[in-house]
C-alpha cells in the first residue's frame, strides 16, 4: 500500500529561523510528487511538482528537493506569512490511472 | 474564468440523507478529483474524471458517486449519509501534467 509521511507534525520556528520539512514516502512507480499550502478554512495551494530523484524547485524563501525515498521542503528565512499548513502527495498508478496520496501534513507557524 | 468555485461553502444534513456537491473548474481543465478532507488530516482521494469519464477512484464506498459536465463543471453526490462522512469536501482541476487547483470546499456536517 503506498505511504505517505510528513514529519514533524508541527513546527514553530522564529522569524528568520530555516528549517525543512520532510515527507517520506513508499510508492511503486512514482509519476509525481507534489507540495501543496494550507491555509485554515482554504483549499489547498499549489507549490511544486517534483518528478525524478535529484530534482530541485524554488520560489521565493522554499525550495523542494526528492530523492528516492524523500522530499525536503526547505524554508529559508521564514516570515509570519509563511505559517500554514504544508502537504505533501505522491501520484502512482493504479488500475490504470493515477492516484494522489496525500500526507497528513505539516503545521508550520512562523512567530514575528 | 479563472479558479475553482465550489457551492455550497457549508452545508448540514442528517443522517441517512443524500447530498449534492457542486463544483466549477478553471475553463481547459479537462481533469477533476474530489477529495475528502477531515479535520487534522490530509485529503483523501474520493475519485477523478477525465473528459466526462471517471479514470482513478479512492477506496470510498459506491454511494460516492459523481458526475463530469462538457462546461467544466462536475457533482459529488453522497447518497445514505452517515456521521462519519462529516468532514471539508474538495475540489480539484488541472490540466494534464500541470498541478492541481484546489477550490476553497464545502464543509458538509451530518447530524
Known amino acids: 500500500e503506498d505511504q505517505v509521511t510528513q514529519s514533524p507534525e508541527a513546527l514553530r520556528l522564529q522569524e528568520g529561523e530555516s528549517s525543512s520539512l520532510n515527507c517520506s514516502y513508499t510508492v511503486s512507480g512514482l509519476r509525481g510528487l507534489f507540495w501543496y499550502r494550507q491555509d485554515p478554512g482554504k483549499g489547498p495551494e499549489f507549490l511544486f511538482t517534483l518528478y525524478s530523484a535529484g530534482e530541485e524547485k524554488e520560489k521565493e524563501r522554499l525550495k523542494a528537493t526528492l530523492t528516492k525515498k524523500e522530499s525536503f521542503l526547505h524554508i529559508t528565512a521564514p516570515k509570519p506569512e509563511d505559517s500554514a499548513t504544508y502537504l505533501c502527495?505522491?501520484?502512482?498508478?493504479?488500475?490504470?490511472?493515477?492516484?494522489?496520496?496525500f500526507g497528513r501534513g505539516t503545521s508550520l507557524i512562523v512567530h514575528p | 474564468e479563472t479558479g475553482v468555485t465550489q457551492s455550497p461553502t457549508h452545508l448540514i444534513k442528517t443522517r441517512g440523507q443524500q447530498v449534492t456537491l457542486r463544483c466549477s473548474s478553471q475553463?481547459?481543465?479537462?481533469?477533476v478529483s474530489w477529495y475528502q478532507q477531515a479535520l487534522g488530516q490530509g485529503p483523501q482521494f474520493i475519485f477523478q474524471?477525465?473528459?466526462?469519464?471517471?479514470?482513478g477512484r479512492g477506496n470510498f464506498p459506491p454511494r460516492f458517486s459523481g458526475l463530469q459536465f462538457p462546461n467544466y463543471s462536475s457533482e459529488l453526490n453522497v447518497n445514505a449519509l452517515e456521521l462519519d462522512d462529516s468532514a471539508l469536501y474538495l475540489c480539484?482541476?488541472?490540466?494534464?501534467?500541470?498541478?492541481?487547483?484546489f477550490g476553497s470546499g464545502t464543509r458538509l456536517t451530518v447530524v
Open positions: 475553463s481547459g481543465h479537462n481533469t
Open positions: 502527495a505522491v501520484q502512482a498508478p493504479s488500475g490504470g490511472s493515477y492516484i494522489p496520496t
Open positions: 474524471y477525465y473528459r466526462e469519464e471517471e479514470n
Open positions: 480539484a482541476s488541472r490540466m494534464m501534467g500541470d498541478g492541481y487547483t
